[in-house]
């Protein structure tokens, strides 16, 4: 399967003038590795940084880990922007590990995953 383009927003913080901070769109890219059958695994590059996401389904719903960021949690359904990013939010602002931008992006990524799952 070839390359999956996205567009997510994205936040520029103005610090010495927080009025003026901004939200843009950017454009990231999704390689996938296998969509056929769970787990799923695909890599997402968001310009900024890049992730191997392995998600699918569990016992008390659906899960995503990111191994080469030491990253899991639970997930909503894979559209559910707002839900995800609270759960991925949560481990990240414990961690440090990645910025409001890339749980944005991944969050992102994994809706525009969803209509090619098998």
Same mark, same amino acid.
């Not at 695909?42 to 389904?57: C, K, Q, T, V, Y």
């Not at 414990?94 to 209509?115: E, F, M, Q």
């Given at each position: 399967?070839?390359?999956?383009?996205?567009?997510?927003?994205?936040?520029?913080?103005c610090?010495?003038?927080?009025?003026?901070?901004?939200? %843009?769109?950017?454009?990231?890219?999704?390689?996938?590795?296998?969509? =056929?059958?769970?787990?799923y695994?695909?890599?997402?590059?968001?310009?900024?940084?890049?992730?191997?996401?392995?998600?699918?389904?569990?016992?008390?719903?659906?899960?995503?880990?990111?191994?080469?960021?030491?990253?899991?949690?639970?997930?909503?359904?894979?559209? =559910?922007?707002?839900?995800?990013?609270?759960?991925?939010?949560?481990? %990240?602002?414990?961690?440090?590990?990645?910025y409001?931008?890339?749980?944005?992006?991944?969050?992102?990524?994994?809706?525009?995953?969803?209509?090619?799952? %098998?």
């Amino acid at each position: 399967m070839e390359k999956i383009t996205y567009s997510y927003p994205y936040f520029i913080f103005c610090e010495e003038e927080p009025e003026d901070s901004v939200v %843009t769109q950017r454009i990231a890219s999704i390689r996938p590795v296998n969509l =056929d059958h769970e787990p799923y695994e695909a890599f997402l590059n968001d310009g900024n940084n890049s992730f191997h996401l392995i998600f699918g389904r569990q016992i008390n719903g659906h899960f995503l880990c990111i191994p080469n960021w030491n990253i899991g949690c639970e997930l909503a359904s894979y559209d =559910d922007i707002q839900w995800n990013e609270s759960s991925l939010s949560e481990i %990240t602002d414990c961690t440090g590990k990645i910025y409001y931008n890339d749980v944005s992006a991944i969050c992102y990524a994994l809706k525009a995953i969803k209509p090619y799952l %098998t």
